[in-house]
């Protein structure tokens, strides 16, 4: 197998770095892996600021390394901006200081803070310090910790992910993943499109059969976050199925040939504890209020279900290997993850990859709604297509960036013009 370590080869802490790079590489060929390292800022210095024939033979070479190997693994913000100039995915990526700034050409780099976007350039994370690991779970995304040894975890640390160094090579096989180009949101939406859920009764049928898969409900948030995040857009190519939970995505998919209706989070678990297969369902519930949580044990209990897995804590804290082993050893056959997107989805994800084996869907705020812990417009608003502006104005303080500076942006330059491409029959690749 061979693996591609792009490096970063500049920055503030050369020598950590170097300490860090030498690690990884010796680790990766004792464990019988062939490794070819790059740096990564060779590569953008000399196509910068106008790149010369030689700048450009350079980056056409990393890309060529970098989509012909098995692996791609990458280390520091430079690695990762070389990824995203190349439109390439990394697999595995290994933060080395996360507070540490995103530097271009050893300036600051322009256009505020990039660690997160360039972050969500890369599959999987590892990390040094379990302060950084409580960072980028609080930011949706839910990392490993590498150490040295076992010896090494803090005796305070939270429930974490650790990987050892010794057992670095295995975990760089175990993430294998087809294709690393960085596919756009048209073709993420189109590879998952076939796969959409037509109705409510679709939904709880996909819930309730005993099957192993994740759900994605996808809405015009999710849009936004999918046109700025690879690895998002990732989650929704990848989902086993995907509901339209907006009406902008419901007209898209009925553009494009699909009879979808409307179908979101609420929607289900409203329903789900009226149907009588719920009946000796046992679930679990991940996120939303603690207050919330207990109203809808208590209503699923009733409905013959069993509630039999909660979590309502810092999801700084949560490990998805953990999570995952738990709603094993509970059998829980449906994960209701009650977490705003991206956090949420991404978990969902992380669940299914570490094994678990029943249904995982994302429902945000369902479970407040459901309880009434939070009001839903009637029924007329939600079919006049309305909602989002009356939970605008119950709570502006809070929605006001996500729909007005976020939502509307989105629909009118991309799914308004994505929905007339597919209504004639020209599905953007």
Not at 37 to 47: E, G, I, K, P
Not at 102 to 125: E, F, K, T, W, Y
Not at 293 to 322: I, N, Q, Y
């Amino acid at each position: 197998m061979r693996v591609l370590y792009v490096l970063s080869g500049d920055g503030d802490h050369r020598d950590e770095e170097a300490a860090i790079d030498s690690g990884i590489v010796s680790s990766l060929r004792a464990g019988g892996l062939e490794v070819v390292a790059v740096s990564a800022s060779d590569a953008l210095r000399r196509s910068a600021p106008v790149p010369a024939r030689t700048g450009l033979e350079a980056l056409s070479e990393l890309r060529r390394e970098a989509l012909g190997c098995d692996v791609l693994v990458t280390s520091g913000w430079t690695a990762l901006r070389a990824c995203e100039r190349l439109r390439v995915v990394s697999d595995v990526h290994l933060v080395a200081r996360f507070e540490a700034p995103v530097r271009a050409s050893g300036r600051l780099a322009r256009g505020g803070d990039r660690r997160l976007p360039l972050i969500n350039r890369a599959r999987h994370v590892l990390v040094r310090t379990v302060a950084d690991l409580r960072l980028l779970r609080a930011c949706g995304r839910f990392p490993s910790l590498l150490i040295a040894d076992s010896g090494d975890l803090p005796a305070d640390a939270p429930p974490l992910q650790a990987l050892r160094m010794a057992d670095l090579s295995d975990f760089v096989r175990s993430h294998l993943a087809p294709g690393r180009v960085d596919q756009s949101l048209a073709v993420a939406l189109r590879s998952a499109a076939p796969r959409c859920i037509r109705d409510l009764a679709g939904l709880l049928d996909a819930c309730l059969d005993g099957g192993t898969g994740r759900i994605q409900t996808v809405n015009q948030q999710h849009i936004h976050l999918a046109r700025i995040s690879p690895v998002f857009r990732g989650a929704i190519a990848t989902a086993t199925a995907i509901t339209a939970d907006g009406w902008p995505i419901a007209r898209l998919l009925v553009s494009g040939g699909y009879q979808v209706e409307r179908t979101t989070g609420a929607d289900l678990v409203r329903s789900l504890l009226f149907d009588p297969r719920t009946d000796g369902l046992r679930i679990g519930l991940i996120g939303g209020a603690e207050l919330a949580g207990s109203v809808f044990e208590r209503r699923a209990r009733d409905a013959g279900a069993a509630v039999v897995l909660r979590e309502h804590g810092d999801k700084r804290d949560w490990d998805p290997v953990r999570l995952a082993a738990r709603l094993n050893e509970l059998d829980a056959r449906l994960a209701l993850v009650a977490v705003s997107q991206p956090a949420g989805d991404l978990l969902a994800a992380e669940l299914l990859a570490a094994g678990y084996r029943g249904t995982a869907i994302g429902i945000g705020a369902a479970v407040e709604l459901f309880v009434g812990g939070e009001r839903r417009a009637a029924e007329w608003v939600q079919r006049a297509g309305l909602e989002w502006l009356f939970r605008f104005v119950q709570d502006p303080r809070r929605l006001w960036r996500r729909y007005l500076v976020e939502g509307v942006p989105t629909y009118f330059r991309v799914l308004l013009p994505m929905s007339r491409e597919w209504r004639l029959g020209r599905v953007p690749g």
